[in-house]
Each structure stands twice: as structure tokens, then as C-alpha cells.
């Protein structure tokens, strides 16, 4: 493997493959750390998740993952999260804790 001048990277197989210089890739590092930041919360809202649509937990996972960079995320931020559960799970903890209980007082 040889890189030249031109940023291009020459394999074993006659194979070159051009490398971004230095700036566009700092300057794609906010754009990728997006992407990863969206990965890691649909991965923890999956498992938070007391269910999911269409497909199985870990098919999901495997999507969010192995899916074409972000649209996996989309895709389960769109079609597998159950938007039911988002309100139950917010108003849950309000209500059965010690301050939503009048008689306690």
C-alpha cells in the first residue's frame, strides 16, 4: 500500500482508492459524530423499550446497525418505536412516586 501526492491509495491489486485530505476529513467529523450520536440513541431507546413495532428487538438492533448509515436509525425511529409507550413511560414515575400520593402527606 503506497499513498501518493495525490491522496490516492494504491493497493496490492491494482486497486487505487483516493483519500480525502486532511480538512474534509475535520470537517466531516461533526457530521459523524451525529451519526454515531444517533446510533447509540436509538440502540439505548431500543433496549429501554418495553416493546417495539413490526420486527423483533434484536432485528432491530441489527438494522440500527447494520443499516445503511442513518437510515436504520431512521428506520426504527419511525417504524419500530412504539409511541405509546413514550407517554406511559414519561407520566409512569410521576404518578406512583411518593410525591403524587396524597395519602402518604
Known amino acids: 500500500m503506497d ?3 495525490a491522496g490516492t491509495l494504491a493497493l496490492a491489486a491494482g486497486i487505487s482508492l483516493h ?6 476529513l475535520l470537517a466531516l467529523l461533526p457530521l459523524f459524530a451525529l451519526l454515531v450520536g444517533l446510533v447509540v440513541y436509538c440502540l439505548i431507546d431500543l433496549v429501554r423499550a418495553p416493546s417495539v413495532r413490526y420486527l ?5 438492533a441489527l438494522v440500527i446497525v447494520i443499516g445503511s448509515a442513518p437510515f436504520g436509525a431512521i428506520a426504527y425511529l419511525v417504524l419500530g418505536r ?8 414519561s407520566a ?3 404518578e406512583s412516586g411518593p410525591r403524587g400520593d396524597r395519602a402518604a402527606v
Open 82 to 89: 412504539n409511541r405509546n409507550d413514550d407517554r406511559t413511560r
Open 92 to 94: 409512569t414515575p410521576a
Open 3 to 5: 499513498l501518493n501526492r
Open 19 to 24: 483519500v480525502p485530505s486532511g480538512r474534509t
Open 56 to 60: 423483533p428487538k434484536p432485528v432491530w
